[in-house]
């Protein structure tokens, strides 16, 4: 799928991935109803992670934008991420998803929201809004330079060190075929930017 | 929690949204309101294709959200249900097509409502309920109330296949919009709606500025309405005891009426009717009218189709400017309905007036100048002798054979710096020497180069050795070792061993061959430079190889045009051969001239804009009955509005009957009826209106859809309007989206749309991407 206004090849592939998506989305919730009984006090909104903040502000920005099909992508992320890495989100996480993506795939999130315990349609509730001060990026592209050329890009938490950062760079694959076996003669670090190793 | 099953819950949620009505759009409501529309359908038999769900869900997606951001959504569905596609559908399977139109929409309905949109279902309008097209029908009797519906006897397109006139704007390169026919023209009794009204063009043409659209298709309205500013000219028409008057015409470049060669009047001008009478080739002319008027407007005005013609004979126009008499022709080239159906050609400076002139051998008058012209250099070069005659007395060199040193003294006198440079040793020439000889001249992408005979082959020689870039290539009878004779020697053989670079064609703009029709040893060369060239040929009488002995003469006028004049020259430039005016600029020349026609009295300011009136009437059953009836005493009296709708007779033959006749003529106990003004005898009007007349107030409809006092209450229009959003395929751009303008426009004037709405239906539109096939 292409921005709305452009031409576009019709594609099966495309359906199949977006019902790969939406069975995905539903094991994901059942994993959620498992761990999390709904008697469980829904955590604040203040609990909700960056993540889900992030994709209300992408959500939100996309459909005025008609940009449905980086929508799509991010709900994809979003549920991979959240798949993975259960443990860092919350039923309200979770509310705020299917919220956002109700516009796009109603009947799911109908259904899901009923499941979680809620009597009126989800069309009937406030779109979720989001904090900018949750959404600052904690990862940076961190460029590794061999000899004086990029030979790599590594993403990186914003505040690494310089021996955890030689570590991540000399684990990257590409890094390793142009350090050859060879020892580093000398590292510039330059913090959260760049990493240049001569050898 | 088992496996997502998706038949079964959205089968349940649909029943609940259609129960709890979720989506119904609220009247009252306090909320901000939005208005996002979707281009409703027309209920094929196929159903829904992949770009309907396309546009709907966008405007579904967005819509669900707005609700969700707090405002009150009128997001509504319906159906666009008479027109041809229904109709034909119905002839296909022989089913009546308001049973076919129920079953197509149900079918429909059901589809577009399993995909969950989030549509208000209450206010579905169906174009083809009576209670709906009364009001369509309201709208054309107020139209014809305020003067702008009228009925004219005019040949119009005329769709051979659906045996339905259609309006200019249903026909797409030549072919009916509908079905891919090729159009013809027709002459019948026809009701068109006067969108070029001038209480409404201009504003269609304005108000674009103010809308959220996307620039094309703004573009295409704006080109389709197509305003130009120019003047109109009156030429008197000699003899003058014909009684013919003026012929008028309308042109936007008057500053190059000096240039007006001829005049062109279309097959359909009423003059020719006249002019028959008076022209000395009656039969001729006759024979071309009646074999033009069948012709599409696309085949008439195909640049690329050959222009044809005929003369009028007999009589001629004095062209205002220069006061001389110049010929009358009937061409199909110019249509009818563009301008007055007239024009002055100017071959010179248009370029289809430039291909006809040149066919028909009229003159061509050059009076615009390219400003960079003078600054352009020629560069010729003479062709080489048998012998050598620099010995001869009172030779003065190749240089200064045959036909240069005319040409060259024509070219001087406007400006252009000439080069003839004598090439050394001409009668055995070297390629080397004649490289030397040529290096030391300034040539540039704006140069012309005249290549005669040997000088031709080594031109074509250097332009693909060197890789140069030039304006224009003229070779004149070209030589290329084709048929040795004994008089070649190695020398010369050599010279011409060389292969055409593939790639100069594209290195030139523009390549011309000279050749005659009396020459033969040269032919070949000339048909092989044109072909590795890609040049176009001009061949001219008895020439030979273009030397004095062959020629008789030394001037060579054709060659002269060819090297000012690339083709027709229609940009701006600098006025010559123009009396008064010469030397002005094009666009102060053009003041200039409006102002001295207006003081002449012979012309005067016009604006021309290529949008016609509206062809509104279809010979066809399923659609709306024009609201009509034709008193024999009182004219054309409009159906009172107690008495709407019209509705379609329920009859069992609706085939179209081909003579331009509507099916429903033939229905004696419909058509005939009575006069709501005076009572006595009358008859219905039986052709009925195109599907754009449902279309194009369907979202007024929305917003009160039960309303059966009047079109929409304009409190409930007031909540609701503008759209806010609009979504649908970019192929309505002049069809569909004009005529809304401009039906909303006009109910806007008489009040039907509340003042406090604004004129403009649709602020912000978009258009959904074309769904292409699985592989691109």
């Known amino acids: 799928m292409g921005p709305f206004e452009d031409a576009k090849p019709w594609s099966m592939k495309g359906i199949v991935g977006v019902r790969r998506f939406i069975d995905k989305v539903w094991k994901l919730s059942a994993s959620q109803q498992a761990s999390k009984p709904a008697q469980a006090a829904v955590p604040a909104l203040a609990s909700v992670n960056k993540r889900t903040h992030a994709l209300v502000k992408k959500i939100s920005e996309d459909i005025l934008a008609f940009k449905f099909n980086t929508s799509i992508a991010a709900y994809m992320e979003y549920v991979n991420a959240a798949t993975a890495d259960a443990e860092k989100f919350s039923l309200a996480d979770f509310e705020v998803f299917v919220k956002l993506l109700s516009p796009f795939a109603p009947h799911i999130a109908e259904e899901l929201w009923e499941l979680m315990g809620h009597r009126e349609s989800i069309s009937k509730e406030p779109w979720p809004t989001f904090d900018p001060k949750m959404i600052v990026e904690d990862r940076v592209q961190l460029v590794v330079q061999i000899n004086g050329k990029v030979r790599d890009q590594i993403m990186v938490a914003i505040d690494i060190n310089q021996a955890e950062a030689t570590r991540v760079a000399v684990a990257s694959e590409k890094v390793q075929k142009w350090l050859d076996g060879k020892q580093p003669k000398k590292i510039i670090y330059v913090k959260g930017k760049l990493l240049s190793i001569v050898v | ?776």
């Open chain 2, 1 to 776: 929690m088992d496996r997502f099953d998706h038949q079964k819950i959205e089968k349940k949620w649909q029943e609940r949204w259609g129960k709890e009505k979720p989506f119904r759009a609220d009247d009252a409501s306090k909320k901000e309101k939005r208005y996002v529309l979707d281009m409703f359908p027309y209920p094929s038999a196929e159903g829904l294709h992949v770009g309907h769900p396309e546009g709907y869900t966008a405007s579904d997606i967005y819509s669900r959200y707005l609700r969700m951001k707090g405002y009150e959504v009128l997001h509504p569905m319906g159906f666009d249900a008479f027109g041809l596609p229904a109709e034909n559908y119905a002839l296909k399977t022989g089913t009546h097509p308001s049973a076919t139109t129920q079953k197509n929409i149900e079918n429909m309905r059901r589809q577009i409502m399993s995909l969950g949109f989030s549509y208000d279902w209450d206010r579905e309008v169906i174009t083809t309920d009576p209670k709906y097209y009364k009001w369509t029908q309201w709208i054309f009797v107020e139209l014809f109330k305020h003067g702008l519906a009228y009925e004219a006897d005019a040949p119009i397109n005329w769709c051979p296949k659906d045996k339905t006139g259609l309006a200019n704007e249903e026909v797409i390169n030549g072919k009916c919009e509908r079905c891919g026919a090729e159009v013809t023209k027709k002459k019948i009794k026809q009701w068109l709606v006067k969108i070029t009204d001038e209480r409404y063009i201009e504003r269609l043409l304005n108000d674009l500025e103010k809308l959220n659209w996307p620039e094309n298709v703004k573009e295409m309205q704006r080109h389709w309405i197509g305003r130009s500013e120019g003047a109109e000219i009156d030429f008197p028409i000699h003899p003058e005891q014909a009684g013919m008057g003026l012929l008028k015409v309308f042109t936007t470049r008057p500053d190059t009426i000096f240039g007006a060669t001829y005049m062109v009047v279309a097959p359909e001008h009423p003059i020719v009717k006249k002019a028959l009478k008076v022209v000395e080739n009656k039969k001729e002319v006759e024979k071309y009218v009646e074999t033009s008027i069948h012709k599409s407007d696309l085949d008439r005005t195909d640049l690329a189709k050959e222009k044809t013609g005929v003369e009028m004979r007999g009589i001629h126009v004095v062209n205002p400017a220069t006061k001389k008499e110049i010929p009358v022709w009937v061409a199909d080239y110019v249509l009818g309905s563009y301008g007055t159906g007239a024009i002055m050609a100017v071959p010179a400076h248009d370029e289809r007036d430039w291909e006809f002139a040149k066919k028909y051998g009229l003159p061509i008058k050059e009076v615009v100048q390219q400003a960079e012209y003078r600054f352009k250099t020629c560069l010729i070069i003479h062709g080489r002798p048998s012998k050598d005659h620099s010995g001869e007395p009172g030779f003065l060199g190749e240089e200064n054979c045959h036909w240069i040193p005319w040409v060259k003294k024509h070219l001087e006198e406007r400006g252009t710096t000439v080069y003839n440079p004598r090439m050394p040793r001409s009668w055995e020439p070297d390629y080397q020497e004649w490289k030397k000889t040529v290096e030391k001249i300034d040539i540039d992408e704006h140069s012309v180069i005249v290549g005669h005979s040997a000088g031709g082959a080594f031109i074509v020689r250097w332009l693909s050795e060197t890789k140069k870039k030039i304006r224009k290539l003229i070779l004149v009878s070209p030589s290329k070792s084709m048929n040795p004779k004994k008089d070649y020697v190695d020398i010369i053989a050599k010279f011409y061993e060389f292969n055409v670079d593939p790639d100069l064609k594209n290195r030139i703009n523009e390549s011309v061959i000279f050749t005659s029709n009396d020459e033969e040893r040269h032919l070949k060369s000339a048909e092989l430079y044109a072909k590795e060239l890609s040049a176009r040929t001009i061949r001219l009488e008895n020439h030979g190889h273009f030397i004095s002995r062959d020629m008789k003469n030394n001037e060579l006028p054709e060659l002269l045009t060819e090297i000012s004049l690339s083709r027709a020259f229609s940009g701006e430039g600098i006025a010559v051969n123009s009396g008064q005016f010469d030397g002005l600029k094009s666009s102060q020349c053009i003041t200039k001239v409006i102002d001295w026609l207006e003081k002449e009295g012979v012309g005067k300011r016009s604006v021309n804009y290529r949008l016609r009136d509206w062809l509104f009437s279809r010979q066809r059953y399923w659609g709306e009955p024009i609201p009509i009836i034709h008193c024999k005493n009182c004219g054309h009296v409009a159906v009172p509005e107690k008495d709407l709708p019209v509705e379609l007779p329920k009859v069992k033959k609706y085939q179209p009957t081909g003579t331009g006749q509507s099916p429903l003529a033939t229905i004696a106990a419909w058509v005939n009826t009575t006069c709501p003004k005076c009572g006595g005898k009358a008859k219905r009007e039986t052709n009925t209106m195109p599907q754009w007349a449902g279309s194009n107030w369907y979202f007024l409809r929305y917003c009160d859809p039960t309303n059966s006092k009047r079109l929409a209450d304009p409190k409930k229009l007031e909540e609701w309007l503008p759209v806010n959003l609009y979504i649908g395929g970019a192929e309505h751009a002049v069809l569909h989206l004009l005529y809304a303008r401009f039906i909303y426009k006009f109910l806007y004037d008489i009040g039907a749309v509340p003042e406090k709405v604004g004129d403009e239906p649709f602020v912000k539109l978009k258009n959904q991407g074309l769904i292409l096939g699985e592989d691109g």
